[in-house]
């Protein structure tokens, strides 16, 4: 199923419907990210959007989309990186969308870290793997600052008193 472009100018089924039904009766067209039209009436309802005063076929958009501290991505390629800290690295595109809809870029812009505990996975991104590192270790340690400081700091936990 095609998601709704966010750039798309009705905001309710109602309104996407009258103006698809009167459209395709006026013989509209819509256009294609080729550059080619079809007619409106030829493509379903839910694979059109109506953006900046123009019927748009939505290109089809299927990869899986990971959300990163505050960006969507998609993941690319796991690197060969290890070290001593467990986490994986991956190469990622970060999400765009136009009038046609979702895409990324031919090449990846970023990396990505991620770390899967008991408590669920946490995620960074960085320009480079050092800076993924660095974004996911604040992250954790934001996470996880009471267990932190109490093992640096030798802070020996009680037991409820009885």
Not at 94 to 115: F, H, Q, T, W
């Amino acid at each position: 199923m095609i998601q709704r472009n966010k750039f798309a100018e009705y905001k309710t089924a109602k309104e996407k419907t009258n103006a698809y039904v009167r459209d395709c009766g006026a013989g509209a067209l819509a256009y294609k990210s080729d550059n080619t039209t079809v007619p409106l009436r030829s493509v379903q309802m839910s694979n059109v959007e109506f953006v900046a005063g123009l019927w748009r076929v939505q290109d089809t958009f299927d990869r899986p989309i990971q959300r990163v501290r505050d960006i969507d991505v998609v993941l690319g390629e796991k690197l060969p990186h290890t070290e001593r800290i467990p986490f994986e690295y991956y190469r990622a595109y970060r999400l765009g969308e136009n009038c046609y809809g979702k895409y990324v870029s031919s090449r990846p812009d970023m990396i990505v870290a991620k770390y899967t505990t008991n408590d669920g996975t946490f995620w960074g991104y960085g320009p480079t793997i050092e800076a993924a590192r660095a974004f996911l270790g604040i992250k954790l340690y934001d996470h996880y600052s009471d267990l932190i400081h109490a093992h640096a700091c030798g802070i020996k936990t009680r037991s409820p008193q009885k």
